[in-house]
């Protein structure tokens, strides 16, 4: 990329190839740390945030009922209702095939007990190390995406 200054100075290049920032197109999303966290479920609000950050989670969390009831497994659906009882989660349990339908109004706790596979593999981060390992020489590096797990 070349910039412009004054007409009687040559033109800079700059070596955008060596700075991942500049091959960055869009502004990549935010990704708050949340593995291990136990939010508190005091208000309305806070169940219906931390049930939406659970549907983002890509790890595997743990539901309390109000009756007692431990579910750990994945949610991979929610539906957010205009109250609590019409609204609910669906979960695929870690140790079952069979789906589950929990409502939002008999949850009291929730937990992301679950590892996220992906934690640390964002695209900022491969990029840089990617640059890190041509840096110092190592062979063998591609652009291909490393494998999840």
Do not use: C
Not at 82 to 96: E, G, H, I, M, Q
């Amino acid at each position: 990329m070349t910039s412009q200054g004054h007409p009687n100075q040559p033109a800079q290049t700059e070596d955008l190839s060596q700075n991942p920032d500049s091959l960055e197109v869009a502004p990549g999303r935010e990704r708050e740390t949340i593995e291990g966290w136990l939010p508190e479920l005091a208000t309305e609000e806070e169940l219906r945030e931390a049930l939406e950050k659970a549907f983002d989670y890509r790890g595997d969390v743990t539901l309390t009922t109000k009756d007692g009831k431990k579910l750990e497994g994945y949610i991979f659906d929610r539906v957010s209702g205009p109250t609590l009882a019409a609204s609910f989660v669906r979960l695929l349990p870690k140790d079952s095939s069979q789906r589950q339908k929990i409502s939002y109004a008999d949850i009291s706790a929730l937990a992301f007990t679950g590892r996220d596979p992906a934690a640390g593999k964002s695209w900022e981060a491969w990029v840089r190390k990617y640059w890190e390992k041509k840096a110092t020489g190592e062979s063998g590096l591609s652009l291909e995406p490393e494998a999840l797990e």
